[in-house]
């Protein structure tokens, strides 16, 4: 076959390939719609059933800022001018260490933390979605040689620089590093609780 017609046939290909993925519908994670229809959102307070307090606060901070950062729907602080509300519960929170010292000593820990969801209908409060347990897991190092300071994560995230980080207690590196972990767990919560929500899974 000519190679320009071996091109021509390549392309028509293509444009059939995207043609047919149009045709069923395909779209990227997050980019589907709320149940109902609605365009307008409330986050209540998530109850926290943990022993950690103030993790509802992180969590809805998180929910709320990503959903903005979307910016496909309107965002309202009173229940009453929304379509939708979002309430659920912190189900719980686990941290254990994975990795050790010869000495026993904890060098690495995983944290997760386990949420419920529902979405309801502000006009007579029945539930149209629901998520029974969303799951999700970060690690962080706890002594100075197992934060790593060029990594991604804490160059981008970390309120913490080198120097910080040499100076500390192992202690109080941990204590930081864990608080930075959550924020990233929330973080992720947040994007795959609105992909859930919208994509309806």
Same mark, same amino acid.
């Given at each position: ?11 028509l290909?293509? +444009?059939?390939?995207?043609?047919? +993925? !149009? ?15 609605a ?15 103030? /993790?509802?606060?992180?969590? %809805? ?18 229940? +009453?001018?929304?379509? %939708?509300? %979002?309430?659920?519960?912190?189900? =719980?929170? &686990? ?11 904890? /060098? ?10 529902? /979405? ?11 998520? !029974? ?5 970060? =690690? ?14 804490? /160059?981008?995230? =970390? ?8 100076? %500390?207690?192992?202690?109080?590196l941990?204590?930081?590093q &864990? ?10 919560? =947040? ?11």
């Amino acid at each position: 076959m000519p190679a320009r017609l071996a091109h021509r046939v390549v392309v028509l290909a293509c +444009t059939l390939a995207l043609l047919a +993925t !149009a045709d069923c519908g395909y779209h990227f994670p997050g980019e589907g719609t709320l149940p109902n229809g609605a365009t307008s959102l409330h986050v209540a307070k998530f109850d926290n059933r943990t022993r950690d307090a103030g /993790l509802e606060n992180y969590l %809805l901070e998180a929910i709320q800022t990503e959903i903005a950062r979307r910016g496909k729907f309107t965002l309202e602080d009173d229940r +009453t001018t929304a379509q %939708l509300t %979002l309430e659920g519960a912190i189900l =719980s929170i &686990e941290r254990r260490p994975v990795a050790f010292s010869s000495s026993d000593e904890a /060098l690495q820990y995983q944290t997760f933390v386990t949420i419920s969801a529902v /979405l309801r209908d502000t006009r007579d409060n029945k539930a149209v979605w629901r998520i !029974a347990a969303l799951r999700e897991g970060d =690690s962080y190092g706890a002594t100075s040689n197992t934060v790593v300071t060029d990594s991604p994560d804490f /160059l981008t995230g =970390s309120t913490l620089n080198s120097k910080d980080v040499a100076q %500390l207690s192992d202690v109080q590196l941990s204590e930081s590093q &864990e608080r930075e972990a959550l924020d990233r767990v929330f973080q992720n919560t =947040s994007r795959d609780l609105y992909n859930a929500m919208v994509e309806n899974f």
